[in-house]
């Protein structure tokens, strides 16, 4: 039986590697979710009827407790079904940071327990698995409690701004320090149980410190580095343990929440240390006071006008589309652009959104075709051969001074090069900076037009003016 | 299993995950990352194993129970919500 189990790890391991490959594109990615939940099912299935006995041998029978286990599972269950069918899209970010902090909670607690267990029965662990499982837990509770602060900024029931004291660096390190200090400590001498506790609470305040100062700009990188912590948790419990098949599942996590995280850097232009620990959207708040620039404005009519005339429109979305609610009015009116014969794109950024990738979730849940979505580096060499760019509910990322301003903070961020558009059409609500504080430029260019509203409003009227044209 | 071999196995593990997950469209980042995080709920594993020992102490036993609870939602929501979103995406003309 120890064998079979064994096996059936195997089979598990290289089914959530093929879940992972499948994803690589839309059309096998269904075929992976459901690699990856069989191999879940086998691992579960394979853990149970191998389950290991104390004097050697395993088997069914060795398992105890199973009104805990089945219990658990059950509660589990009944909380996940809904969460997975309740959750509106726009709030995905918020439910992965929640299942991050799930994750890593698990993890953390499963350390602690074994910890506990080996020192009670007065069975001493060998020195890497104690050195695994302080891991295992220091990850697991900082991942545990800074994901859940992560969840709180993304609702919005915790400030958005980073919350920043003196000496905050020194502070954290500080606290680190003595984190591990004590779980060097608890290597060397596990019996000194009463440190653990204090162990698991430096934990677990260090990882509220590590996420308050970094603003709610920042969270598509926060998000990703929180996946790779939380993979590589359960990888130290893989250690720990001595499971290959956590190791190997912890660690594909743990690499695909590294390169999220430095896919979200590279499109700001910034470092991991910058993102952890440089406080974003802190220091540019003086730039407020400029003198009022002309702008040209629009009309929706006007507006309708000039989409119709077109023979290409690439369409920017930002957030503020999705706070708007407009995905739907967008799909309509790429419906009825593309009816024309217009050639309607959608330019995505990679941070456009909360979370990595989640603006192309959200058109495609307004049933926009995935195949006119466009990624920044393809889409950029077409604006100068585009009639229109028409950007509704993103700002910085449409931002020239990125490309040429070395005053500017985000100065050298990617940008999609809006502005080498025929015309520039742009749905804001006022002329407030956004998110980040930062005037944009390409608001007082000749060839930009402002369509002040609401993006679903507005597109809604623009929608109203086009069929119109059509009876006449 | 002893440490080298563990060792051995995360290198191997971890280049392959890199590679893979390159390749990934970044139409489906967010997908890919809700099916991580559900990968990653394989510490459900660790979890039986404190619960279910027969010499499990109540400690663990407490401890256990929560730790397969959360890791269960993780595992149900993870793997269902992963398959809502990449459901939504749609090839022209694929309309529902």
Redo the contacts between chains.
């Keep these: 039986m120890a064998q079979l189990v064994q096996y059936i790890y195997i089979v598990s391991?290289a089914l959530?590697?093929l879940?992972?490959?499948w994803?690589?594109?839309?059309?096998s990615?269904?075929r992976?979710?459901?690699a990856?939940?069989t191999?879940?099912v086998l691992?579960?299935v394979g853990?149970?009827i191998g389950?290991?006995?104390?004097l050697g041998g395993a088997g069914i029978g060795?398992?105890?407790?199973?009104a805990?286990?089945a219990?658990?599972?059950i509660?589990?269950?009944a909380?996940?079904?809904p969460?997975?069918?309740i959750?509106p899209?726009t709030a995905?970010p918020q439910?992965?940071a929640l299942?991050?902090a799930?994750?890593a909670?698990?993890?953390a607690?499963?350390g602690?327990?074994?910890f506990?267990?080996s020192n009670?029965?007065h069975e001493p662990l060998p020195g890497?698995k104690l050195v695994a499982l302080v891991i295992e837990t220091l990850l697991g509770f900082l991942t545990f409690t800074g994901s859940l602060m992560a969840m709180g900024k993304l609702q919005e029931v915790l400030p958005q701004r980073p919350i920043t004291y003196r000496n905050q660096n020194t502070v954290n390190f500080v606290l680190f320090a003595i984190a591990l200090g004590l779980a060097v400590r608890l290597v060397l001498v596990p019996s000194d149980t009463f440190l653990f506790p204090i162990f698991v609470g430096l934990s677990l305040l260090f990882g509220v410190l590590l996420i308050i100062p970094i603003g709610g700009a920042d969270m598509p990188t926060v998000?990703?580095i929180l996946?790779s912590y939380?993979?590589l948790?359960?990888?130290a419990?893989?250690?720990?343990?001595?499971?290959?098949?956590?190791?190997?599942?912890?660690?594909?996590?743990?690499?695909?929440?590294?390169?999220?995280s430095i896919?979200m850097c590279r499109a700001m232009n910034r470092s991991f240390t910058n993102v952890l620990f440089g406080a974003f959207g802190q220091i540019q708040t003086k730039t407020a006071a400029k003198e009022q620039r002309p702008v040209r404005s629009a009309s929706p009519e006007e507006a309708a006008a000039i989409l119709e005339a077109s023979s290409s429109v690439i369409i920017v979305p930002g957030y503020g589309l999705a706070v708007a609610q407009a995905q739907h009015k967008i799909r309509e009116l790429f419906d009825n652009l593309t009816r024309r014969g217009i050639d309607v794109k959608f330019a995505?950024h990679?941070v456009a959104?909360r979370?990595?990738?989640?603006m192309?979730?959200l058109l495609?849940?307004a049933?926009i075709?995935?195949?006119?979505?466009y990624?920044m580096d393809d889409i950029n060499s077409e604006f100068p051969q585009c009639d229109v760019a028409l950007v509704i509910g993103a700002n910085d990322v449409t931002n020239p001074a990125a490309r040429h301003d070395k005053t500017s903070p985000i100065y050298g961020m990617p940008i999609l090069d809006v502005d080498k558009a025929h015309t520039v059409m742009v749905i804001k609500r006022s002329m407030n900076p956004g998110f980040a504080g930062i005037d944009n430029e390409l608001y007082y260019m000749d060839k930009t037009l402002m369509l002040f509203g609401d993006a679903k409003a507005f597109v809604t009227e623009i929608l109203k003016e086009l069929p119109a044209r059509v009876a006449a | 299993m002893n440490l080298e071999m563990g060792l051995f196995v995360f290198m191997l593990a971890t280049f392959v995950g890199l590679e893979i997950i390159r390749k990934v469209s970044p139409l489906l980042h967010t997908p890919l990352m809700s099916l991580t995080n559900a990968i990653s709920a394989i510490s459900v594993v660790g979890a039986i194993l404190i619960t279910g020992a027969s010499n499990a102490t109540m400690l663990s036993k407490v401890l256990g129970f929560v730790a397969i609870t959360s890791v269960f939602t993780n595992i149900v929501s993870g793997f269902l919500i992963t398959d809502r979103m990449v459901k939504m995406f749609k090839r022209p003309g694929e309309k529902k």
């Design positions: 391991a959530f590697i879940s992972l490959k994803m690589n594109r839309p059309a990615s269904r992976g979710v459901w990856g939940a191999g879940m691992a579960v853990t149970l389950f290991p006995g104390l060795n398992v105890h407790n199973w805990w286990i219990v658990a599972m509660i589990g269950g909380v996940g079904v969460i997975a069918y959750m899209m995905v439910r992965t299942s991050h799930c994750g909670l698990a993890a607690l499963v602690t327990a074994e506990y267990q009670a029965l890497f998000i990703a996946n939380a993979g948790s359960a990888c419990m893989g250690f720990a343990l001595g499971n290959n098949l956590l190791v190997v599942a912890g660690a594909l996590d743990g690499s695909s929440g590294l390169i999220l896919i995505i990679p959104g979370m990595p990738g989640h192309n979730v495609a849940e049933d075709p995935y195949d006119r979505l990624e």
